[in-house]
């Protein structure tokens, strides 16, 4: 019998090591899995890879994370910290203790996809005549400039999500989907803390993301 | 009486190229004002790269669902025909050619086309990109709303950019705060022009050629002393 439903933060996280890659859902404040954030520092991990839309949302769920240098390795599309003052992510970055993919948000969007659509690579015009297309494979479609971009995969992808039922499959509220439903597909193991556990399978046309792609289910209240 | 426009001014100056039935995504700072002076005659979709089409209206202080937030972040409603999808999809959406216009501020345009709006190369700062080289290389058409100068009265619209480059070739339209200009094959065209200002003047704060539409006129914005946004 399928049950992908967990009671507590660490089952949702069992087999998570040092040197593990992380897929973390989230645009803005929505779509933030921050309870699981928040357990990942007390694991006493390290060398971790992290992969998400802005970095500074990992600081403000969790400073610790920079603080205690359990980050070696970054794919994002804003590595930047608020105001002038440089973040503490940003001086390990300078000092070379964190190293740093920076991407287009379409093509992090992309790669993700692609990751978990078995496509390993595709050809996109943006980036084209940029500064990161130096040194890239490129070439011509239709006169265009493209460049070759990887598919992006990961160990663990860590979402938020408003229901689940007891297969896994997801609804999403708002735009709490956002990164979430390419990175579950792109994850070897998805987890997914939801508000509500439903009782009741959810109707197969509300099911935003089927449960194929998705490991465990664990209820836990918004954090803010 | 020469009056630069304010960033509200020029929001409304480039609301008012929106056509009816347009679906159109407004980037983070001036560009975002631009949905409070569109027409309210025209039906408009504004896209925002997060997973929506059809941002509503922002909601009243402490209202709002906390989940259903913008490009900025900010906690928005939706409109009536709203849709909210995932950002593999909206990506697609945009780099698939199906925005109609995007507007977004800059640092630079250069007089080929060529936008410069992700790196201000701040010392000990980390690089942000965010959906800005996707917008520009995907819309249909790309607007830009910026100042005319730097505060220190240097040059925004150049020859060749010098900050690192967002996309090649793909700025339509530039409106500043003292001019609205196309950018074609023959570089800067000015359209529109602040009233008082001299063209000498306006070439002397542009740091490339300028030519001047036959029908070149005054810029026209409304006073607008409350910030709608």
Redesign the interface.
């Known amino acids: 019998m399928i049950d992908k439903r967990v009671d507590d933060l660490s089952t949702a996280l069992r087999g998570l090591q040092s040197g593990a890659s992380l897929m973390i859902s989230g645009?803005?404040?929505?779509?933030i899995p921050a309870n699981l954030v928040r357990a990942l520092a007390p694991m006493g991990l390290s060398d971790l890879t992290l992969i998400i839309?802005a970095?500074r949302r990992i600081d403000e769920c969790d400073a610790t994370l920079f603080d205690q240098k359990r980050i070696g390795h970054v794919v994002t599309?804003?590595?930047?910290?608020p105001g002038?003052t440089?973040?503490n992510?940003?001086?390990q970055?300078?000092r070379g203790e964190v190293t740093?993919d920076?991407?287009?948000?379409?093509?992090f969007?992309?790669r993700?996809?692609a990751g978990g659509a078995g496509i390993p690579a595709f050809y996109?015009?943006?980036?084209?005549?940029?500064?990161?297309a130096e040194g890239r494979e490129q070439r011509l479609f239709g006169g265009r400039m493209c460049v070759l971009e990887e598919a992006l995969r990961a160990d663990f992808a860590l979402l938020r999500a408003?229901k689940a039922d007891r297969y896994g499959n997801l609804f999403f509220?708002?735009?709490?989907?956002?990164?979430?439903?390419?990175m579950a597909t792109a994850a070897d193991i998805t987890v997914v803390e939801v508000e509500e556990i439903s009782e009741h399978t959810l109707p197969p046309d509300q099911v935003h993301l089927p449960g194929i792609y998705v490991d465990r289910v664990l209820q836990a209240p918004?954090l803010? | 009486m020469t009056a630069a426009l304010s960033r509200d001014q020029m929001a409304w100056r480039a609301a008012q190229d929106l056509a009816d039935g347009a679906y159109v995504n407004l980037g983070l700072g001036m560009p975002v004002l631009a949905a409070s002076y569109a027409p309210d005659d025209r039906d408009i979709f504004f896209q925002s790269e997060n997973g929506i089409l059809g941002v509503g209206p922002l909601p009243a202080e402490g209202q709002g669902d906390r989940e259903l937030v913008d490009a900025g972040s900010r906690v928005v409603t939706l409109r009536d025909g709203a849709a909210v999808f995932d950002s593999a999809a909206s990506f697609a959406m945009i780099r698939g050619g199906h925005v109609d216009i995007t507007i977004l501020g800059a640092f630079q345009v250069a007089a080929n086309g060529d936008l410069a709006n992700w790196d201000a190369q701040v010392p000990n700062k980390g690089p942000l990109i965010g959906g800005a080289m996707d917008l520009a290389a995907g819309a249909k058409a790309v607007h830009v709303i910026m100042r005319h100068q730097t505060g220190d009265g240097g040059a925004r619209l150049v020859e060749a950019c010098t900050y690192p480059l967002t996309a090649a070739g793909i700025v339509k339209r530039v409106y500043t705060d003292l001019a609205v200009l196309d950018v074609g094959p023959d570089g800067f065209m000015v359209r529109e022009i602040i009233p008082g200002l001299s063209r000498d003047d306006l070439a002397a704060a542009t740091a490339a050629p300028l030519t001047f539409a036959d029908d070149c006129r005054d810029l026209f914005a409304p006073d607008i002393s409350v910030n709608k946004d």
């Open positions: 645009f803005g404040n929505a779509g839309n970095i599309t804003a590595f930047r910290g002038r440089p973040a992510f940003e001086e970055w300078q740093l920076i991407v287009p948000q379409g093509t969007a992309e993700i996809r996109t015009p943006t980036a084209a005549g940029t500064s990161l408003q509220r708002g735009t709490q989907s956002n990164f979430g439903s390419a918004r803010d």
